[in-house]
DNA sequence: TCAATTTACTAAATCGGTTTAGTTATTTTT
DNA sequence: AAAAATAACTAAACCGATTTAGTAAATTGA
């Protein structure tokens, strides 16, 4: 048996390919075809097997049943089990997601979204790098539906999903100085991503709660892409020098895994000499050793949030502002910070 | 300005829609059209953004510049890594990715098959639940292009990329009977899959290979969506028994770090009461206490191989035969095993 | 010098659906 | 019994590209 094709099941059962489409869209019965002919149509494409061609559909109906999904690095396991829950909503809806990594290169970003936007899918789900303010704006004039998650632009209204970065750290970092330590270092990534920001500001929020003058050098701005070695140069300045530190704040978890395999190999003993904590975390942070403390981001329900947004959107429910969520993040105590 | 069609873009440079296609798919010249019109379009089309819509040109090409990956979950570090190297190497290409996960279930697995055929995509990666033959032979007699990866089907001939599973559990295993352990587990999931199968067999194999008698009650088979709770009473048995165990493979990685997880619960010592290692591996396997020594894969040649073979099929290259592609594991050594 | 080529295009068909605007036969209303 | 309404369809336009089959004008060949 060989493929089928609109006009070929409508030929077969020698009604019009009209009566077939609206059928099979459900749109029978409002335009009357009889209960008997939709019978025979439904019964006859079950049994054949037939399934419209997509693009054929999608272009003559002006959407594709397809969302985007643009992400940094679908190897990171953050986004990577984002885009899990996001696919599942999006498959329960009856959507499929086509994804791209921007690997952090605002170039790359801008040409993924015009590409998905070729490739008209219905809307976009973004965790932007956050140097694409053209595009975004670009999306708004055309009202196209879109939803940003994990990075947003705070000069720009839009709709977005993110987490409470600046309390998560505020909240470990006042955990840190509950245990007594009073020299807490903070290693992060260059400025430029909106909840890295809010991570640092959250840290010195929390020093100055503490009426602790937070000292310069105890902030380790590392470069992404050379992580590995700069986070090594980096503990090695607050670890061992006349003054080190006695709790380390990191921003990421590969930073605080890099940061915690350092220590390692420089012989520093975690938690005794040095207690250490970690936004966002690895599955594996509880059988580490020592197991980590981490900032957890409630993935599953960025996710959905994100899923839910989207889909509002492209509903076309009216608007009068835009939807955006700020979840909250779950301190998980291990042991890598010792005990009072 | 609002968006842009071809015949826009005929209009405004008084030529027809044919030259500004043919122009920009490259065809200009084996078609005849005078360079000053080619310069004219080219230009155009560059200043005012023009991009033609995917959906209409893949309906009239019959192919969607889209592949599709199909994999149990895009959330296992495992496939997110290798859904990584195929979507970069894919862009390299002129392709996107449109991704799904089966959580290993069939029916899904079946599905998804079916819609992205339906989305025309122009080709399939397919990480399969292995309870699909029908679709599969199905996908032979249409001779779609596709190509299988980590798990395959061993009564069908197919395109296919693996890892040498037999030989990296074999090894492996040789390395704890030659660190003196003579008691091995084998923790590992129920039967069903390739990959899973020739684990088992290349530590029987390795047992046999130094007269050990297999002791049926080493091997443990978990259900892998209780995998949590099953790993705990599999290392029970085990370890708390009359004749325990001294070395336990793992199967995956994630039954590893469950196994590690609980026998730290148990307050069993790793390695000297009972080494461990995994197969396949998380990327804080370095620095979780003890280091778990695992046999890697080689994420990025199963990425790359599989694009690679893929994209000669969709480019029809004749092929007398299929192509299989078998790659080598790594073994990683670190401390869960002890030393002699 | 006139047919045969070549150059530089274009009109129209096509891809496989959806949707609008009818059409015909039957039933209801007046 | 004629007009209006309804039921049950269908023909054809359309979505936005690609591609086939031409065509008119300029050039070449004999």
Chains 1, 2 share one sequence.
């Not at 984002?82 to 790359?108: H, Q, W």
Request: aromatic share 8%.
């Amino acid at each position: 048996m060989k493929k089928l094709y609109l006009k070929d099941v409508a030929k077969e059962l020698n009604v019009s390919k009209t009566a077939v489409s609206l059928v099979l869209n459900g749109k029978g019965d409002e335009n009357k075809i009889s209960q008997e002919t939709q019978q025979k149509i439904i019964s006859f494409v079950k049994e054949h097997n037939y399934i419209p061609n997509q693009l054929a559909r999608g272009l003559s109906r002006g959407k594709s049943e397809t969302i985007g999904l643009i992400i940094p690095n679908i190897s990171d396991t953050f986004y990577s089990k984002v885009a899990g829950v996001i696919e599942r909503k999006a498959k329960e809806k009856g959507y499929t997601v086509l994804f791209s990594s921007s690997y952090e290169d605002p170039k790359t970003e801008g040409e993924l979204i015009q590409s998905m936007l070729n490739r008209q899918v219905d809307g976009l789900i973004i965790a932007s790098t956050q140097k694409n303010k053209k595009e975004i704006e670009f999306l708004k004039k055309e009202k196209f539906p879109f939803v940003l998650f994990d990075r947003f632009y705070p000069e720009h209204d839009t709709d977005y999903v993110i987490v409470d970065n600046f309390y998560g750290t505020k909240k470990v970092t006042e955990h840190l100085l509950g245990l007594g330590r009073k020299h807490i270092g903070f290693v992060t990534l260059k400025p430029g991503l909106e909840p890295i920001a809010q991570r640092l500001q959250g840290y010195h929020n929390a020093l100055q709660g503490h009426n602790i003058v937070a000292n310069h050098d105890y902030v380790k701005e590392i470069k992404r892409e050379e992580y590995f070695s700069e986070v090594e140069e980096a503990l090695k300045d607050l670890v061992l020098c006349k003054q080190p530190v006695d709790a380390i704040v990191f921003s990421t978890h590969y930073l605080a895994s890099q940061g915690l395999r350092v220590l390692k190999k420089l012989k520093v003993k975690v938690p005794d000499d040095v207690a250490i904590v970690s936004f966002d975390e690895l599955s594996a942070f509880d059988i580490v050793e020592p197991p980590v403390t981490a900032v957890v981001q409630p993935v599953k329900e960025i996710g959905c949030s994100a899923i839910e947004i989207l889909l509002s959107k492209i509903a076309g429910e009216v608007q009068t502002k835009f939807q955006t969520k700020v979840l909250k993040t779950k301190l998980e105590i291990r042991g890598s910070c010792g005990n009072k």
